[in-house]
């Protein structure tokens, strides 16, 4: 018995790590433009993985990148809290995601613009073992 209330203590004291997110954009006119589809790469690095989107949006938009995590998924959402325009730039966002050790998916959804544009599911893959 004693034996079994030490496991219940030890299991109950492990704590699995939440993944951690980090995001640079590149300004407007410094992107490559892409092709008429987006383009996403995903790379394994030591700590976790590194994402590359490329795709044409709004030159006015100010995108905000935000990450949820879900049963074995890491969702990453997107959205323009600036302005909608006439004008087309490219949109470049390089994502890294840590610990990502017992998740199995990545999701991405953009981007978001206020009530009018709700969220849209961009890319989905398993994470690299």
Do not use: H, W
């Not at 410094?30 to 993985?49: C, M, P, Y």
């Not at 990453?76 to 600036?82: A, Q």
């Not at 966002?93 to 999701?107: F, H, L, P, S």
Request: glycine residues 6%; contains cysteine.
């Amino acid at each position: 018995m004693a034996a079994m209330v030490v496991a219940l203590l030890i299991i109950g004291c492990i704590q699995v790590k939440q993944p951690s997110m980090a995001y640079g954009i590149k300004p407007c006119g410094e992107a490559q433009r892409t092709s008429v589809n987006d383009e996403f790469r995903l790379e394994k690095t030591a700590d976790g993985i590194n994402l590359l989107q490329r795709q044409n949006y709004v030159c006015c938009a100010n995108v905000t990148i935000t990450m949820k995590t879900e049963d074995r998924t890491i969702g990453i959402y997107e959205e323009n809290v600036g302005e909608m325009c006439r004008c087309i730039c490219p949109f470049e966002a390089n994502i890294t995601v840590t610990d990502t050790a017992g998740y199995e998916r990545i999701e991405v959804y953009g981007i978001k613009f206020r009530d009018a544009q709700g969220y849209e599911l961009l890319f989905n893959s398993t994470l690299p073992s």
